[in-house]
């Protein structure tokens, strides 16, 4: 008997992903809240049931009702009412809560790819960047600016022999003058002036026929 009860709470039955530590840490959750969020992200299909509630989590229905209702006001649940004719039933989503991670995530990469960004410049220009150079890449970042195109400008600037900012905000000023939304766009544009260049140079000026 001692057994079987050992083996029933080692049994890994509940599952508490990753992305809600920092959901719970960020939304202040209290114990109840987490010990229902916990269980209905567990379930397939999540229903308010307060008998089967309280046998696995041992929330009382006071506890659960108050803690569905703070959840729900957080918006990381949200009860649907569905009609199938003359038939309602109430129907759980934890859409706002998966929303609530994904967002999480999104942002944890777009830092990522800012650091790998910043690293980037360090390596090329061979030295720390200054707080103000870090300003001005944010400042490319959060107005939208493909990464690709500041990336190029950056190799553009290298080419020339210049680790300098302002060179390279000049260079991406020119492009945005010139309409270049792709780094496609900057390459073939590049590509057709060096061989207007060639053709230039190729012609035979002496031979007048």
């Given at each position: ?170 260079i991406i000023y020119e492009w945005n003058k010139k309409g270049y939304k792709t780094v496609e766009e900057i ?23």
């Amino acid at each position: 008997m001692t057994d079987l009860i050992f083996n029933v709470i080692k049994n890994k039955d509940y599952v508490i992903r990753p992305f809600l530590f920092k959901i719970i840490k960020e939304q202040n959750l209290n114990v109840n809240e987490v010990l229902l969020l916990i269980y209905l992200s567990n379930q397939e299909h999540p229903e308010l049931d307060l008998k089967l509630i309280n046998r696995v989590t041992s929330l009382n229905n006071e506890e659960i009702l108050s803690s569905f209702s703070s959840l729900s006001k957080k918006n990381l649940i949200k009860t649907i009412i569905k009609k199938d004719g003359d038939r309602v039933t109430e129907e759980i989503t934890l859409e706002g809560l998966y929303m609530i991670g994904a967002n999480n995530i999104n942002k944890v990469i777009e830092k990522s790819h800012e650091q790998n960004i910043f690293e980037l410049f360090e390596s090329e220009f061979g030295r720390t960047l200054s707080p103000i150079e870090g300003e001005i890449i944010n400042a490319w970042i959060n107005s939208g600016m493909d990464e690709e195109i500041i990336k190029e400008a950056l190799k553009e600037a290298t080419y020339n022999g210049v680790s300098n900012l302002r060179y390279i905000d000049k260079i991406i000023y020119e492009w945005n003058k010139k309409g270049y939304k792709t780094v496609e766009e900057i390459r073939n544009n590049k590509f057709k002036k060096e061989e207007k260049v060639n053709t230039f140079f190729e012609c035979d000026w002496l031979d007048e026929n």
